[in-house]
């Protein structure tokens, strides 16, 4: 059975994606606050990082300490291969309804 | 630098508990540090304060949560798979210790047995009476009376009580019952018993009875009629379609079936083969005074409206009570007691059916736990003893993160396993032992001990907490052990430990001790109550109940046979029963004094001894005019001499009577009673028993001569028995008691000796090695297994020097209550026991001792 994947989760598995080896949690909400001007709480966020590991879609490891988070290390999350697998799928079901879409929706 | 607000650090710590959110708390504080350089502080502040209660809902933190309690460093958990894991960990370690765990299975095993009993038993009882379809809302009413200094409790109530009670808005009915219907019906095989109560046709809606046929409603309106029960009526008729048939009563009355009824379920506490209209009574001839206070076998019921609560009920008792026993000599007092309460209630007087009695229940109880705890000791005791087994073990799980209450878990799930095995064994006794204990019940008709689904579960969950006793105490312990020592194998078990463990010894063997005492006594007490001299002759009399032929004609056909020597006639038996009446003489007050009415062959056919005066004369009777009494009758009169009374008159029974002889003091009652103020009457209307002196040859043809004279006399069946078999029969009370002592002395004793052997292994398994140094230094067999042994025969001393004194105590406080004349605890009693059990202690110990003392020591020194 294909895991169906949320629109947020989708979202933030492709930011986590993008981020690189820099993805921990103040950043990847900073960069969904920028490019995709989505205003999540602290809470939402870690929710939806929470089921995406129940998932198996995201692993993490720690490191990376600064002063100002009181020498506590970061928590970098990656997106595994069952991860790239489900935005793939998702990707690709995007891309066959815009072929098959009956209407031009380009805005040109 | 600025700080974020330490308050709602803590609370996020606090909501987070032991799950691990460093990383968070780090990125709360990065965020912090972002937002004051673009916020003012306060505003900062807020934000984290926002933050830290957006995350605390989240699913993020329950998720972390969760992962704490079950992740590889799991602080608290339950994981099925650590349970599976503890489950093969204790059948791999009871398979591999066998022996301790065979050990460990019969001592729980039997200690459980006679719990199960007391389990099965209260199981059902608590099921009595449930059948009844408003059980919710019946009541019975039951009484204290006072009278003068006494107070008793009493099931019965007067049934003048029912009138006020029925008028009461509370109550839907009140209904009363007459118990003690008794009565023998005639029927063409024979005569029939039929036993029952008196009752209202209320009755039958207050107590849920199935009718099977008739009427209910009309069954018991008018007099004489009764309704049947369809067992009563196989016995009678051999039929169950018995609807308006009668019964021809013994000697007269006619009863008319007016229903019948399907048999009530025996968890009951009405007993009955039939119910008798209560119109079938006579009018009360006693004025209303003498009925409130006399109300022997009178039950009242009351069945209250749905919701109502008994206080009113009870206040209008309490009034009735205090108007009517104003100016009475005898106070009463009334309280309702709930339907299901009355099986197994408070110990009232005069129980209307089967009861189990609190008292007896309490006793029972304290009996269970006196078996079933040495048996948890015993566990406790061998597990404690073996700790340096499971050290490594132990040791090793604490090193890999085995916390404390997994360990303690741990086993804990080992004792459960081997009491449910023990369950297992534990059912095989009960199951073996259930008839026999069914017997020794007084009530025993009125029980069930079959196995039944709700009982099992009982059982089960007894179990499971006879295991927590046992295995809390080792599973403490084992969690407990320092995992450092334990894996340098410097565990030992610890002295108090040891003191303890000794102490549980002597107390389990003072307890067997005294067991074995108690029999040897009982034992001794039965044959001394059935050889005592009675004062009277009791060999070769044939006691033979006259169930109502004429004397004289039985005199004439059993004179006739050549054995018979001589024939008499009384009242009762002697030793087992007599009549009071109340007598006065001028002078003095009245006083009760017991009776037995005679003929004058009587004192010779019992050779009993006149101080004085003469027997009763042979000279046809016209009317009582003599009586002859007992030494202790002079001694209530300050009597010296027996000669002295002779003459004296006094007033019995509204006749006047003189003394006309003095016989020697005999025991006219049971041993369980002093012998009394007593006389003798003729009266040939009183006499129910005839007793035979025979000559001692060949019982059977004897009794067959005797039945074919008294076809003669009597169509009712002839019962004759030796009197030496009805005072064996009278004090079968010990039997009985022997019986119940000898078993239970039978468990404890074994599951002392159980208890003793696995400690007995246990130290010369660790001893073995000593046992091979001391061997090649030149020590002999005997020298090491009286070393191995000492320490367990100076615990056995010690329980017989606390045992014997303790049960000597208790024996002589309790034994005059059981019997007056009874045997006292003497010095060959301790002998009998302390033999028993030193035998049996030395037998366990030797077999053991001698073993580790035989072994070759280059086989026990060589296992390293």
Redesign the interface.
């Known amino acids: 059975m294909k895991t169906y994947l949320g629109e947020l989760e989708e979202l933030v598995l492709l930011t986590i994606a993008s981020l690189g080896n820099q993805a921990?949690?103040?950043a990847i909400q900073q960069e969904l606050e920028v490019r995709c001007s989505r205003n999540i709480?602290?809470?939402?966020?870690?929710?939806t990082?929470?089921?995406l590991?129940?998932k198996g879609f995201l692993t993490s490891w720690?490191g990376g300490?600064?002063a100002?988070?009181?020498g506590?290390?970061?928590?970098f999350y990656e997106i595994t291969q069952a991860g790239k697998k489900a935005v793939n799928e998702a990707k690709s079901i995007r891309d066959e309804l815009w072929r098959l879409s009956k209407i031009n929706l380009s805005l040109k | 630098m600025k700080r974020p607000p330490l308050l709602a650090r803590q609370f996020f710590e606090w909501v987070c508990g032991n799950a691990r959110v460093d990383d968070l708390v780090g990125d709360l504080d990065e965020w912090f540090h972002l937002n004051t350089q673009r916020h003012p502080l306060w505003r900062a502040r807020m934000m984290y304060w926002g933050q830290v209660v957006s995350l605390s809902f989240s699913y993020g933190i329950r998720k972390r949560q969760r992962d704490a309690r079950s992740g590889m460093y799991a602080t608290s958990n339950f994981s099925i798979d650590m349970f599976r894991n503890y489950l093969t960990v204790a059948s791999r370690s009871l398979y591999q210790h066998k022996y301790f765990s065979l050990l460990n299975v019969f001592g729980l095993a039997i200690g459980m047995s006679v719990s199960l009993m007391l389990i099965a038993l209260i199981s059902y009882v608590k099921t009595y009476d449930d059948f009844h379809e408003h059980r919710a809302h019946i009541y019975t009413v039951t009484s204290e009376r006072t009278e003068g200094v006494d107070q008793y409790a009493y099931a019965t109530a007067p049934v003048l009580l029912t009138e006020p009670l029925a008028q009461h808005p509370d109550v839907r009915r009140a209904v009363r019952i007459r118990a003690g219907f008794d009565e023998t019906v005639k029927r063409v095989q024979g005569t029939v018993p039929l036993r029952g109560y008196y009752v209202e046709p209320s009755f039958l809606e207050v107590f849920s009875y199935r009718i099977t046929q008739g009427n209910a409603a009309v069954a018991l309106s008018k007099p004489n009629q009764v309704v049947l029960t369809e067992s009563a009526a196989l016995r009678l008729f051999n039929a169950t379609d018995v609807l308006g048939k009668t019964l021809e009563l013994e000697p007269s009355g006619l009863l008319e079936i007016g229903a019948v009824m399907k048999d009530h379920p025996i968890n009951s506490h009405l007993k009955f083969d039939v119910l008798v209209s209560y119109a079938t009574l006579p009018e009360p001839s006693a004025s209303v005074k003498d009925q409130w206070m006399n109300y022997g076998r009178e039950y009242v019921y009351v069945w209250l409206r749905e919701g109502a609560t008994t206080d009113r009920v009870q206040a209008e008792l309490d009034q009735l009570a205090q108007r009517t026993y104003s100016g009475l000599p005898i106070k009463a007092v009334f309280a309702m007691q709930h339907l299901s309460d009355i099986a197994m209630g408070p110990d009232y007087r005069q129980a209307i059916g089967p009861k189990w009695e609190m008292s007896g229940m309490i006793v029972f109880i304290v009996v269970a736990l006196m078996i079933l705890l040495p048996a948890c000791f015993n566990y406790t005791n061998i597990s404690i003893a073996r700790a340096l087994k499971r050290a490594k073990e132990i040791g090793l799980r604490k090193t890999m993160g085995g916390q404390q209450h997994q360990i303690f878990f741990q086993f804990i799930t080992e004792t459960v396993v081997i009491t449910l095995v023990a369950l297992g064994v534990g059912i095989l006794i009960f199951l073996l032992a259930r008839s026999e204990f069914k017997s020794l019940l007084a009530a025993s008709s009125a029980l069930d001990l079959s196995l039944t689904p709700r009982m099992l579960l009982w059982f089960f969950l007894f179990a499971l907490g006879a295991g927590l006793v046992a295995g809390v105490f080792p599973a403490l312990y084992f969690g407990a052990l320092n995992p450092i020592q334990a894996l340098k194998n410097k565990v030992h078990g610890r002295s108090s430990a040891m003191r303890v463990r000794k102490v549980l010894t002597v107390m389990q063997f003072t307890l067997s001790f005294g067991f074995i005492l108690a029999l040897v006594v009982f034992t001794r007490q039965y044959r001394y109550s059935v050889g005592f001299d009675f004062g009277f002759d009791k060999s070769n009399i044939v006691n033979v109940p006259l169930k109502g032929a004429d004397p004289a004609r039985v005199r004439n056909e059993f004179a006739q046979l050549a054995s018979v020597q001589q024939i008499t006639f009384a009242s009762n038996v002697l030793g087992m029963g007599y009549s009071k009446t109340w007598i006065k003489s001028p002078g003095n007050d009245s006083l009760e004094v017991a009776q037995i009415f005679i003929d004058p062959q009587y004192l010779q056919t019992f050779r009993l001894t006149l101080l004085a005066g003469t027997n009763f004369s042979d000279e046809a009777w016209q009317r009582e005019q003599g009586i002859i009494v007992n030494e202790e009758f002079l001694k209530a009169y300050e009597i010296t001499h027996p000669a002295e009374a002779l003459g004296r008159t006094f007033d019995v029974d509204s006749t006047t009577l003189q003394v006309i002889g003095v016989v020697k003091n005999f025991h006219f009652a049971t041993l369980r009673l002093p012998i009394d103020k007593f006389f003798f009457r003729l009266h040939p209307n009183q006499y129910a028993y005839a007793h035979v002196r025979v000559q001692p040859n060949d019982p059977y043809t004897l009794f067959s001569e005797l039945e074919k004279r008294w076809k003669n006399v009597s169509d009712q069946p002839f019962s004759a028995r030796f009197f030496e078999h009805d005072i064996e029969e009278a004090y079968s009370m010990y039997k009985t008691l022997i019986k119940i002592i000898g078993f239970l002395g039978l468990l404890a004793l074994s599951i002392s000796l159980l208890g003793m052997l696995g400690m007995v292994v246990y130290t010369s398994e660790t001893k073995a090695k000593e046992v091979g140094i001391r061997k090649v230094m030149g020590a002999s067999v005997y020298g090491i297994t009286f070393l191995l042994s000492k320490d367990y025969l100076r615990l056995m001393l010690l329980a017989v020097l606390i045992g014997a004194p303790v049960t000597a105590a208790l024996f002589s406080w309790f034994m005059p209550y059981i019997q007056y004349y009874s045997v006292r605890l003497n010095g060959w009693d301790i002998l009998w026991a302390t033999l028993v059990l030193a035998s049996l202690g030395l037998a366990t110990i030797a077999s053991q001792t001698y073993r580790t003392a035989m072994a070759n020591p280059a086989e026990t020194l060589r296992a390293e």
Do not use: D, F, P, Q
């Not at chain 1, 709480?41 to 929710?47: K, R």
């Not at chain 1, 506590?72 to 928590?75: I, L, T």
């Open positions: 921990y949690g103040v709480t602290i809470g939402a966020l870690h929710s990082i929470a089921r590991e129940e720690l300490a600064t100002e988070r009181g506590r290390s970061k928590r």
